[in-house]
Every structure is written in structure tokens, then in C-alpha cells.
């Protein structure tokens, strides 16, 4: 007769159970469950010690959506908690998600359901990634997008395709890149040799190593002529830092240069005020709307203001400065 339950303590406030027969072990609890072993196999108990899943597996992982994944032979399957077996027979297999599962066979990628039937047909090379409920999946060397229904809304006809972000994704058309919306329209042309994510409404893109940024419709908010462009969100005061003609600046959301391309380092705003560096390397201190807040100094170097204070160094002396650019004594 097949055992049934393992002896032991469970501990509610460490989540771990200790078999009274040492040569079980048991790994953390997980929503009740937790995989254990005799040495060879692997199978789950519950937190009274019950075996759900006999320790027979090869692998065994906790449940998710009431589905746990087994391993039987080198090959994946599942089992529920009623003991209801999906066959091993699966080369990779992933967790369920709303009740469906991306398994592979035969080398291709395909969906099933927790009954074992076939949701999405095995024709994918890669896929189950998602964002936005659309998945990224990829098809005779092509890449295109499929809904949460398994239609391929973006068929697979591009050579490369991101994850949606505000309802738009970069996809790559030989060396350009454009933006699809989740009917497979091209919303903006394939014109850029790169572009990123949206964030906020607007995106960075790239041709002939310039950057600039755009809208969700394509319009310019500034052109193409910085050498370097950070993501808005990268720095606290809500500004953008930008490079042109290897000198830094800052811009805000609408294009403007609120701190001109003219320093050789532009720190990241730190307690609203950022550490400049001119030409002539003197140092000082801008808030965010670009104004001078701490006038250039010779300074040998300063720091970023850290609990209302800035380390600054002048010759071989090192001391303070508040945000007045006063020494603090």
C-alpha cells in the first residue's frame, strides 16, 4: 500500500515542515504545499504532512491555478489536486496563467488548457512572453504577436518585435524600426534605425547616431540632434538629461532645453539641485527650472547634496556648502 502521509512538525512561522524520518526533505511552503523528497523521487505534501502528489516524480513544483508541473521520463506534465495527470510528454513547460499553459513538443512551442487540450497549435518557435495581454511569439525565424485568445493579431512577419507599452510596440522591419498598435497597424512608419519603449507618451529614437523624441502619433516633440538622450523617470526633478556636441544639458517633457547643452557634466538632481561643470571647470548648482542656485566656483570637486549638504573640495581642503553655497562650520 502507497504511503499517505510523512511524520512531522510544522512550523506556521518559518513555513517548514520536519519529517520525523530524516531521510525526507522538504523545501519552504508555498500557499500551503511544499515539494519533498526521499532521496531519489519528488512528489508534494500539504502542511499536516498528507502527500498530494506521490513522490514519484522526477520533479515536482508547487501548485499554481490548482496545476502542478511534474517531470516523468525527462519530459514535463502536470497533475492536479485531485491526481488528474496531464501525460509527460512535453520537452519544456511553463506555469499556468488564467488557466492555460505554454508547453513545447517536437521542438515547437503550443498552449493547453488543464484539461491537456490544445489551446494554441504547436507552430511557435519562441513565445509565452507577454505584456499587456499580447505575447511575443516567433514563427519560421519571424516575430509577431498573438492575444490572449491565441489569435496572431501581428502576424509573424517581422525581424524583431519588443512588448507593448501604452498600447504600442517597436517591431523591426530589416534595419528600421517602427510602432504597431495591438491590431497590427503601423501607427508610425519604420524610419528609425532604433526606438524604445513609450514612457509617459513619448519615446526616444535614433538615426545616423542622433536621438530625439517623439509622440504617439510620430510628431517630433525634439529633432534628432543629441548625441545622447536618459529616459524621463531616470531623474528625480522630472527633466531629461541630453548630450549635443559632448556637453550636457537638460530638457523637460515638451522639448525645451531648460538647462542648455553647455557643461561637461551635469550630474542627476539631487535634493532639487544639480552639480554643473563648465568648460573652465568651475562648479555650481542648478534647480529644475534651470536657474542658478549655487554660483560657479573653482571648486577641485564637488558632490551631490546628500541631507541638505554638498561635499565640495577647494586645493587640498575639504568641507561643506549648504544650499546657499555657504561653508557649513
Known amino acids: 500500500m502507497a504511503q499517505t502521509k510523512i511524520a512531522g512538525i510544522y512550523d506556521k512561522s518559518t513555513r517548514t515542515f520536519i519529517p520525523t524520518d530524516?531521510?525526507?526533505?522538504?523545501?519552504?511552503?508555498?500557499?500551503?504545499?511544499?515539494?519533498?523528497?526521499?532521496?531519489?523521487?519528488?512528489?508534494?505534501?500539504?502542511?499536516?504532512?498528507?502527500?498530494?502528489?506521490?513522490?514519484?516524480?522526477?520533479?515536482?513544483?508547487?501548485?499554481?491555478?490548482?496545476?502542478?508541473?511534474?517531470?516523468?521520463?525527462?519530459?514535463?506534465?502536470?497533475?492536479?489536486?485531485?491526481?488528474?495527470?496531464?501525460?509527460?510528454?512535453?520537452?519544456?513547460?511553463?506555469?499556468?496563467?488564467?488557466?492555460?499553459?505554454?508547453?513545447?513538443?517536437?521542438?515547437?512551442?503550443?498552449?493547453?488548457?488543464?484539461?491537456?487540450?490544445?489551446?494554441?497549435?504547436?507552430?511557435?518557435?519562441?513565445?509565452?512572453?507577454?505584456?499587456?495581454?499580447?505575447?511575443?511569439?516567433?514563427?519560421?525565424?519571424?516575430?509577431?504577436?498573438?492575444?490572449?485568445?491565441?489569435q496572431e493579431v501581428i502576424p509573424c512577419i517581422y525581424d524583431g518585435i519588443g512588448f507593448f507599452k501604452e498600447g504600442l510596440v517597436v517591431a523591426t522591419k530589416g534595419k528600421k524600426s517602427g510602432y504597431l498598435d495591438k491590431t497590427g497597424k503601423v501607427i508610425i512608419p519604420f524610419i528609425y534605425d532604433l526606438a524604445d519603449d513609450f514612457k509617459d507618451g513619448l519615446a526616444i529614437v535614433r538615426n545616423n547616431n542622433k536621438c530625439g523624441l517623439i509622440d504617439k502619433k510620430g510628431k517630433e516633440i525634439t529633432p534628432l540632434i543629441y548625441d545622447g538622450m536618459d529616459k524621463f523617470g531616470n531623474d528625480q526633478s522630472g527633466l531629461a538629461r541630453v548630450q549635443k556636441n559632448n556637453k550636457w544639458g537638460f530638457i523637460n517633457k515638451s522639448g525645451k532645453e531648460i538647462v542648455p547643452c553647455a557643461y561637461i557634466k551635469a550630474n542627476f538632481f539631487h535634493e532639487g539641485l544639480a552639480l554643473l561643470v563648465k568648460v573652465d571647470g568651475k562648479s555650481g548648482y542648478v534647480d529644475a527650472s534651470g536657474k542658478t542656485i549655487i554660483p560657479f566656483t573653482e571648486y577641485t570637486s564637488a558632490e551631490n547634496f546628500r541631507n541638505g549638504k554638498a561635499e565640495v573640495r577647494k586645493d587640498n581642503t575639504i568641507f561643506f556648502i549648504n544650499k546657499l553655497g555657504e561653508p557649513i562650520k
Open 22 to 150: 530524516k531521510t525526507y526533505k522538504v523545501q519552504y511552503f508555498m500557499k500551503g504545499h511544499a515539494t519533498v523528497s526521499d532521496g531519489k523521487s519528488f512528489g508534494i505534501i500539504d502542511s499536516t504532512g498528507v502527500i498530494v502528489v506521490p513522490i514519484i516524480y522526477e520533479d515536482a513544483n508547487g501548485f499554481s491555478e490548482g496545476m502542478t508541473r511534474i517531470r516523468k521520463g525527462g519530459l514535463y506534465g502536470f497533475l492536479n489536486k485531485s491526481g488528474k495527470e496531464i501525460p509527460c510528454v512535453y520537452e519544456e513547460a511553463k506555469g499556468f496563467s488564467e488557466g492555460r499553459v505554454w508547453v513545447k513538443k517536437n521542438g515547437k512551442w503550443g498552449r493547453i488548457d488543464t484539461d491537456g487540450k490544445e489551446d494554441i497549435p504547436f507552430i511557435y518557435d519562441t513565445a509565452g512572453f507577454s505584456s499587456e495581454d499580447m505575447m511575443q511569439v516567433k514563427r519560421e525565424g519571424k516575430f509577431g504577436t498573438i492575444n490572449k485568445k491565441g
